[in-house]
């Protein structure tokens, strides 16, 4: 695809969705400049899961044959009661590249984030950090990003890719992200240091009553990742200092001997509240788009935020590209790129919720859902092929679905952002509380 084909691209944010989004666009011939707020390029945190949705399309930009290298592929995913030390049901990975026509992988964060910020540097991506972008205009005629130290930059289109605090968001919705009371402790140790570890060829999630304890494998078997979450009874009390070390010791005292012990190589010395926000479909208006965690943050239990970025990146690419081929307003390619992957996105914010409610239950609830993990077909796959398969693939394809399926085009939105003051006027959720959407787990 020719450049002038496609719009110039700003991009605010240089995580793993913005340079995909970036390189996505580069690779058909677009000039991109990605404006990153940090003073570096950079991932906080240290696991990350990669599933078929997106390693198809890391696959297809060259960046997938990059990471392998230091990628573990994981022979299981499995679900392991956190108090009775029993496995529950698992789901065999390896025939996935048969099955969905890419792997499964695990890697550390900065490991994904070098290779698409070295991919992003040698296909001609202009890269810039310490870029805080303040404020967004839609002239009509180009969109203007104005950073804090004064800097202007302007271009065709632009890509809020700014994350779950998004200050790009703020043209669209005064929403605020939502918290849902658990807390997170994370990071990845060497495993000459591990004492305790569940068997390195699976991941394994040891689910219990209001907690869980995530465990895998990294760069090539040479770290050991862990994720500890649990609900603060702090939080619902209201308190200040929530989530502690204190209370996260508390939570897990009377899991399993091993789930404890393996608190023990966990490093508290930070923490993380787990936050999403209620879905929204207005993306796109005018000259800018949203894109991952900026549109659909979500919480962690399908281990899809940054898979749902990569998907954003190669639709927003295509539609992008389609609108300059037959000659349309980009402004049309980018309200497309939000009607297609709107309903999917929310759909897995929505199941990701589901789904952490199902890992937390007690009582009467945890006996009914252990005996159904337990009496499931480890074969069975009818809950996940929606969110691993290749729409492309379908028997019933015409070959317009792109990643995510089909939905009718958007026509242009009228109007755009305008000239707004990013950090304007927000409106709290009401007393914090969720909307609770039903949705079938996953």
Known sequence: MSSDRLPDTLVVGGGIGGLSAALCLARRGGAVTVLERSKSFAEVGAGIQLAPNATRVLERLGVLEMILPVAVLPRRLVLADAIGSRELTSLDLTDFPARYGAPYLVLHRDDLLSALLDACARSGVALHTDANVIELRDTGASAVAVCADGREFSAGIAIGADGLHSRIRQYFTDDEPVNSGFVAYRGAVPMDQVERHADLRDVVAWIGPGLHLVQYPLRSG???????????????????????????????????????ESLKTLSIANRWPMLDRLPMPGWARGRVALLGDAAHPMLQY????????????????????????????????????????????????????TWGEIWHVDGVAKLLRDELLLDRDVADHKHVTWLYEDPAARPESDGSARAGGAAPRAQDRAGGPGHREAGGTKQRQAGGQRQREKESAP
């Open 222 to 260: 040479q770290m050991y990742n862990q994720v500890a979450v649990f609900r603060s009874q702090a939080y619902l009390r209201g308190a200040a200092d929530w989530g502690n070390p204190a209370e996260l010791a508390a939570a897990f005292a009377g899991c399993s001997e091993h789930v404890r």
């Open 302 to 353: 399908l281990a899809q935020g940054a898979c749902q970025a990569v998907e954003d990146a190669d639709v927003l690419a295509a539609e992008l590209a389609a609108a300059g081929s037959t000659g349309r307003p980009f402004s049309e390619g980018l309200a497309s790129y939000a009607a297609i992957r709107a309903p999917r996105a929310m759909r897995v914010q929505r199941a990701a919720r």
